[in-house]
Nanobody, 127 residues
Framework: QVQLVESGGGLVQAGGSLRLSCAAS????????MGWFRQVPGKEREFVAGITWAGGSTDYADSVKGRFTISRDNANNMVYLQMNSLKPEDTAVYYC????????????????????WGQGTQVTVSS
């Protein structure tokens, strides 16, 4: 059983920053890629950022490139999403997820490739 717990969401003004955290337990964390996704009510879930199992490669949605940074701490089973220069369109529920494939050598942006998901944390950016 894998558990993922996100934290760090909240209300912030446009241009501000937030750092999301995801604590993982129940599986060998350091051998699976991790991803962050977000969803707005009425819209499909979208890929935000991902990082390979050893942290050697990252990938980002075009909409967040240059503003968001994903990182991981395998010693403490944590993954982070640093979000800078936030915009109102970043408002969503943010989810972390763990890849279903052992040591995938690249980041997949497909939600179907992720096996376990957290409960989400709300990020609201006011204009």
């Amino acid at each position: 059983q894998v558990q993922l717990v996100e934290s760090g969401g909240g209300l912030v003004q446009a241009g501000g920053s937030l750092r999301l955290s995801c604590a993982a337990s129940g599986r060998t964390f350091g051998t699976y890629a991790m991803g962050w996704f977000r969803q707005v009510p009425g819209k499909e879930r979208e890929f935000v950022a991902g990082i390979t199992w050893a942290g050697g490669s990252t990938d980002y949605a075009d909409s967040v490139k240059g503003r968001f940074t994903i990182s991981r701490d395998n010693a403490n089973n944590m993954v982070y999403l640093q979000m800078n220069s936030l915009k109102p369109e970043d408002t969503a529920v943010y989810y972390c997820a763990t890849d279903r494939r052992f040591k995938r050598p690249y980041v997949s942006p497909q939600g179907s490739e992720y096996a376990y998901w957290g409960q989400g944390t709300q990020v609201t950016v006011s204009s």
